[in-house]
């Protein structure tokens, strides 16, 4: 598996190409990018860790049901 697709395109990309190729199937139905500060809400911490992150993604596997 050539993981140089995380290098070359955004997150949402390459974690979907990712599982995809583990037959992982996503239900994932946007591919927004969300500010970790509005996701973590009161555990963002003001750290450089948490400052260097300029997106997130959700990735939702399918249910099996």
């Known amino acids: 598996m050539d993981l ?7 997150l949402f990309e390459a ?3 990712f599982f995809n190729q583990l037959n992982i199937r996503l239900n994932s139905n946007t591919a927004t ?4 500060k ?9 750290q450089e860790i948490f400052e260097k992150v ?5 990735l939702v596997e399918q249910s099996g049901t």
């Open 33 to 36: 990018s969300f500010h970790l």
């Open 15 to 17: 974690g979907t190409f």
């Open 54 to 58: 300029s997106a997130a993604y959700f």
């Open 4 to 10: 140089k697709i995380f290098t070359n395109t955004n």
């Open 38 to 46: 509005d996701i973590l809400k009161d555990k963002f911490k003001s």
